[in-house]
T-cell receptor, first 116, second 115 residues
Framework: AQKITQTQPGMFVQEKEAVTLDCTYD???????LFWYKQPSSGEMIFLIY??????QNATEGRYSLNFQKARKSANLVISASQLGDSAMYFCAMRGLGDSWGKLQFGAGTQVVVTP | DAMVIQNPRYQVTQFGKPVTLSCSQTLNHNVMYWYQQKSSQAPKLLFH???????NEADTPDNFQSRRPNTSFCFLDIRSPGLGDAAMYLC??????????????FGAGTRLSVL
């Protein structure tokens, strides 16, 4: 069975600083995908970034980067230069190739509050 | 422009009164998913459609049903809502199942209250 663990229930970060959100996973699938989503208080789940298990390089999307350490089974999200609008819940999720229906397994989430 | 649209954004219903939530997409994706998300929890998959092929999660209560009359629309029917069904309901779509990079795009959600 696949499992996603986010150990930080909440964190505060000052505007313009970088923040790292932890995510570890467990799977027996040789091929899998890792995703990060942002959910503001309005409720919409916003896709941020994707990392494939065979990707050689860490994924980056603007201010978001993924620190992928395959041997340690971790996929931490780094947000650089935090903005007030980054305040939200952040979910790490994964999908294994064995999940033939595309089912995403979500972590419990990390609540981020950006302060001025 | 929103690509996955959920209506209404907020829905209040009475205990036991059937309610329908709707989702539409402009992405022409094959797969549509319904998730239930209770307060401070991760989303939980209820079921999904691949085209017209319906796939139910094993632990989804019978009280929850779904319809997909065409590619663009999918409905979530709650036949007899209980207080425990109050939650955010999220619709998502993805192009296919085909590979591990199967990005799901979510709508803004419908927040359901049961009185």
């Amino acid at each position: 069975a696949q499992k996603i663990t986010q150990t930080q229930p909440g964190m505060f970060v000052q505007e313009k600083e970088a923040v790292t959100l932890d995510c570890t996973y467990d799977t027996s699938d040789p091929s899998y995908g890792l995703f990060w989503y942002k959910q503001p208080s309005s409720g919409e789940m916003i896709f941020l970034i994707y990392q494939g298990s065979y990707d050689q390089q860490n994924a980056t999307e603007g201010r978001y980067s993924l620190n992928f350490q395959k041997a340690r089974k971790s996929a931490n999200l780094v947000i650089s230069a935090s903005q007030l609008g980054d305040s939200a819940m952040y979910f790490c999720a994964m999908r294994g190739l064995g999940d033939s229906w595309g089912k995403l397994q979500f972590g419990a989430g990390t609540q981020v509050v950006v302060t001025p | 422009d929103a690509m996955v649209i959920q209506n209404p954004r907020y829905q209040v219903t009475q205990f036991g009164k059937p309610v329908t939530l709707s989702c539409s997409q402009t992405l022409n994706h094959n797969v549509m998913y319904w998730y239930q998300q209770k307060s401070s929890q991760a989303p939980k998959l209820l079921f999904h459609y691949y085209d017209k092929d319906f796939n139910n999660e094993a632990d989804t209560p019978d009280n929850f049903q779904s319809r997909r009359p065409n590619t663009s629309f999918c409905f979530l029917d709650i036949r007899s809502p209980g207080l425990g069904d109050a939650a955010m309901y999220l619709c998502a779509t993805s192009r296919d199942y085909g590979d591990a990079k199967n990005i799901q795009y979510f709508g803004a959600g419908t927040r359901l209250s049961v009185l």
